[in-house]
T-cell receptor
C-alpha cells in the first residue's frame, strides 16, 4: 500500500520552462489537494479537487493549473516557471467527512 | 475566507516541560479542526482532530479542545520529550466545500 506518491522528488527548472508534478493515491480517496510550503508561510493551498473531473482554486492559484482526469491522480502544472515558484510542494488526499488527510513526501522545486 | 493563525516559533523547551501552542481560526460555519506534525524531511501526519464544539482530541499525550466561543484549538502536552521536536500545524476544514487550510506552523525544539 503506497499511499500518496509524488513524482518527481526533486527538480531544477529554468525560468520560463514548464513542468507537471504528479500526485497518485491508491486509497480511492475523493478529495485531493496541492500545497506549497515556504519558510515562515506554512502550507498554502494552491488548488484542490472534490472528485474526479473537478477542481477548485485555493489561496494561491496564480501561475498553476491542475487536472483530475482520473480519480487516483491529481496533476499540478507550471506553464512558465518563475523563481517565486521555488518551493516544496505537497500533495494530500482524504475521503469522507472529517477524515484525516494523507500526505506525500513532497517535491522540492527550484526555479533558477 | 477561512484561515488559521498560530503562534510564532520556535518554541524551545526542556524535556518534561509543559507545552502550549496557540491556534485560532476564522471560518464560515463550523469547521473541523486538526493538528498535524511534520518531522524533518517528511510530509505531514495527523496528530489529533476535533469535529464539533467542546470536542477534545488527544493522541500520544497531546490534547486540544475545540472552543467555539474563543474560536481556538490550542495544543497542549503535560511533559514533552526530545522526540517531540518537530513542526506542528493547526488546520481547519470547511465541511461544506471540503477546503483544508493550514496555519504557518510552529517549530518545537526540546532539549535534554
Amino acid at each position: 500500500n503506497a499511499g500518496v506518491t509524488q513524482t518527481p522528488k526533486f527538480r531544477v527548472l529554468k525560468t520560463g520552462q514548464s513542468m507537471t508534478l504528479l500526485c497518485a493515491q491508491d486509497m480511492n480517496h475523493e478529495y485531493m489537494y496541492w500545497y506549497r510550503q515556504d519558510p515562515g508561510m506554512g502550507l498554502r493551498l494552491i488548488h484542490y479537487s472534490v472528485g474526479e473531473g473537478t477542481t477548485a482554486k485555493g489561496e494561491v492559484p496564480d501561475g498553476y493549473n491542475v487536472s483530475r482526469l482520473k480519480k487516483q491522480n491529481f496533476l499540478l502544472g507550471l506553464e512558465s516557471a518563475a523563481p517565486s515558484q521555488t518551493s516544496v510542494y505537497f500533495c494530500a488526499s482524504r475521503t469522507g467527512e472529517n477524515t484525516e488527510a494523507f500526505f506525500g513526501q513532497g517535491t522540492r522545486l527550484t526555479v533558477v | 475566507g477561512d484561515s488559521v493563525t498560530q503562534m510564532e516559533g520556535p518554541v524551545t523547551l526542556s524535556e518534561e516541560a509543559f507545552l502550549t501552542i496557540n491556534c485560532t481560526y476564522t471560518a464560515t460555519g463550523y469547521p473541523s479542526l486538526f493538528w498535524y506534525v511534520q518531522y524533518p524531511g517528511e510530509g505531514l501526519q495527523l496528530l489529533l482532530k476535533a469535529t464539533k464544539a467542546d470536542d477534545k482530541g488527544s493522541n500520544k499525550g497531546f490534547e486540544a479542545t475545540y472552543r467555539k466561543e474563543t474560536t481556538s484549538f490550542h495544543l497542549e502536552k503535560g511533559s514533552v520529550q526530545v522526540s517531540d521536536s518537530a513542526v506542528y500545524f493547526c488546520a481547519s476544514m470547511n465541511t461544506g466545500f471540503q477546503k483544508l487550510v493550514f496555519g504557518t506552523g510552529t517549530r518545537l525544539l526540546v532539549s535534554p
